[in-house]
T-cell receptor, first 111, second 114 residues
Framework: TQLLEQSPQFLSIQEGENLTVYCNSSSVFSSLQWYRQEPGEGPVLLVTVVTGGEVKKLKRLTFQFGDARKDSSLHITAAQPGDTGLYLCAGSAGGGNKLVFGAGTILRVKS | GAVVSQHPSWVICKSGTSVKIECRSLDFQATTMFWYRQFPKQSLMLMATSNEGSKATYEQGVEKDKFLINHASLTLSTLTVTSAHPEDSSFYIC??????????FGAGTRLSVL
């Protein structure tokens, strides 16, 4: 069974601070997605990474896929209250595109 | 990104009744749809995978007679919670994908069983 370990589970920081969320696995994924979810809504796709070592930037968010495609990180620079939400990583091993989700990271950015 | 519509967004029902939740892909043909369940402040738990025209594949521990899934067309899948009980209260989310590509998620349905 493929597992994605996501950490930390909960993060409460002040506006302007930086943070990193990690997803790790012993399995190789063909692609990895990061989602952000607000209470009472569905997850919204932030990014998909597919190539080992790939780095993608989305404004203040930087996503990295490990060289071996077993791990990924999300770094947020100068966090803002609007970044508050549940962040989920999800990996796909290919073949039917069933996703394996991490446990999620609840981020709270205080102003 | 593609649009997936889920309806209703919130439903309250009495114990013992059945509830149907619809998931529609509005601007693409969804060869595969997924149904998830989510508890407060937790991640998504996959319940079942359905391919258009085929029987759904349920994850271990999910009762197929309790959670009936129908995927009769390339744009619509339904989840029916039969004889709902308070322990079935949860947030249910669907997603849709086309030929193994990215999953796009609906906005979710909050089910409250009294």
């Amino acid at each position: 069974t493929q597992l994605l370990e996501q950490s930390p589970q909960f993060l409460s920081i002040q506006e302007g601070e930086n943070l990193t969320v990690y997803c790790n696995s012993s399995s190789v994924f063909s692609s990895l997605q990061w989602y952000r979810q607000e209470p009472g809504e569905g997850p919204v796709l932030l990014v998909t990474v597919v190539t080992g070592g790939e780095v993608k930037k989305l404004k203040r968010l930087t996503f990295q896929f490990g060289d071996a495609r077993k791990d990924s990180s999300l770094h947020i620079t100068a966090a803002q209250p609007g970044d508050t939400g549940l962040y989920l990583c999800a990996g796909s091993a290919g073949g039917g595109n069933k996703l394996v989700f991490g446990a999620g990271t609840i981020l709270r950015v205080k102003s | 990104g593609a649009v997936v519509s889920q309806h209703p967004s919130w439903v309250i029902c009495k114990s013992g009744t059945s509830v149907k939740i619809e998931c529609r892909s509005l601007d693409f043909q969804a060869t595969t749809m997924f149904w998830y369940r989510q508890f407060p402040k937790q991640s998504l738990m996959l319940m079942a995978t359905s391919n258009e025209g085929s029987k759904a594949t349920y994850e271990q521990g999910v009762e197929k007679d309790k959670f009936l899934i129908n995927h009769a067309s390339l744009t619509l899948s339904t989840l029916t919670v039969t004889s709902a009980h308070p322990e079935d209260s949860s947030f249910y989310i669907c997603s849709a994908s086309s030929f193994g590509n990215i999953q796009y998620f609906g906005a979710g349905t909050r089910l409250s069983v009294l």
